[in-house]
């Protein structure tokens, strides 16, 4: 019993200091899920025709509408106030090329990629010290990391949002 009070004691102290120290490791901690990038990737897929009725001729394929989004997002993409992109964020743009190639799950059809639209964040403390330019700079990363695996650059639009749109995080979180 002591032990389980003790414990709620420590997580109180440490989660309060992320709520009053401005800046700290802790509130830059809190904050890590707002420096990301998003990535929307529109597009389509082709559509089994049809079962022929018998008798009749086998129907065209069509077309539906694919839609894809990731976000490549805190300490395990980027430094607080850096744009070099991490192995962690490497893997889930990997893991996004991979499925506009194979498919996923059980739908194995590739995707016909007809958009990618790229926006880049900062969290609160990269904006008042100034960083505007990051959320910009890490999308064109992003975009040029898409791009070295093969995914069209005429097709790719990306801005910076700065820290507007942010992920809510905890009240622990605020200074």
């Known amino acids: 019993m002591k032990k389980s009070a003790l414990a709620c004691a420590v997580a109180a102290a440490l989660l309060s200091g992320c709520a009053t120290i401005g800046g700290s490791p802790e509130l830059v901690e809190c904050l890590q899920p707002n420096r990301r ?5 529109g597009g389509t897929k082709v559509k089994p025709p049809p079962k022929p009725k018998p008798g009749a001729q086998p129907g065209k394929p069509g077309r539906e509408v694919a839609q894809m989004r990731v976000l490549v997002q805190g ?6 106030g850096g744009t070099v992109l ?4 490497k893997a889930e743009l990997d893991k996004l090329v991979k499925t506009l190639a194979e498919g996923a799950g059980r739908d ?4 016909t990629v007809g958009s ?4 880049g964040h900062i969290d609160r403390i990269e904006a008042a010290d100034g960083k505007n330019s990051l959320d910009e700079d890490r999308a064109k ?4 990391y898409l791009v070295s695996k ?4 005429k097709l790719m639009f990306w801005e910076g949002k700065d820290d507007k749109d942010p992920v809510p995080v905890t009240k622990f979180c605020q200074d």
């Open 141 to 144: 990363v992003v975009k040029d």
């Open 116 to 119: 990618v639209i790229i926006a």
């Open 150 to 153: 093969g995914v069209d650059s």
């Open 108 to 111: 194995k059809r590739p995707t």
């Open 86 to 89: 991490k192995d962690g964020g």
């Open 37 to 41: 990038v998003t990535v929307e990737v």
């Open 75 to 80: 300490n395990s993409a980027w430094d607080p």
